[in-house]
């Protein structure tokens, strides 16, 4: 069998080709303690020489006031940002978003009730 990179080869009418997104797709989760941590705070960075493209967010957090975003540090581009007096959490799809070479990406947030929790989960790919 031929193997190709970045081509698809295909023989005949009925040929199945696999195509598995996820699999290339990674998702990190992290919990910030707002008592303990300070904003801006550091949720992902890139391996040198990577870019991080967003693909899902999940933002919850227990304060009954203030906004949290998500953000790529250097350029400023927010990702996800939520107003926490209207929704405390809120889950965003299709957000294919590519920040530049080893950019972090970072959470913000003001205005939280003194020691509240927020939680994050990322999905995203390093191209």
Do not use: C
């Amino acid at each position: 069998m031929t193997e190709y990179v970045r081509k698809v080869h295909i023989v005949g009418q009925d040929t199945t080709v696999g195509v598995d997104t996820l699999a290339s797709e990674s998702t990190v989760t992290d919990e910030i303690d707002t008592g303990t941590e300070t904003s801006p705070y550091t949720l992902l960075t890139p391996t040198t020489g990577k870019k991080i493209t967003t693909r899902a967010i999940v933002i919850n957090t227990d304060s009954s006031g203030g906004e949290i975003a998500v953000k790529f540090a250097n350029s400023g581009t927010i990702i996800y940002k939520i107003y926490v007096g209207k929704f405390r959490g809120q889950v965003g799809f299709g957000l294919n978003l590519t920040g530049n070479t080893n950019e972090p990406i970072n959470v913000e947030w003001t205005g939280l009730d003194t020691g509240a929790r927020i939680f994050v989960a990322l999905t995203y790919k390093e191209e």
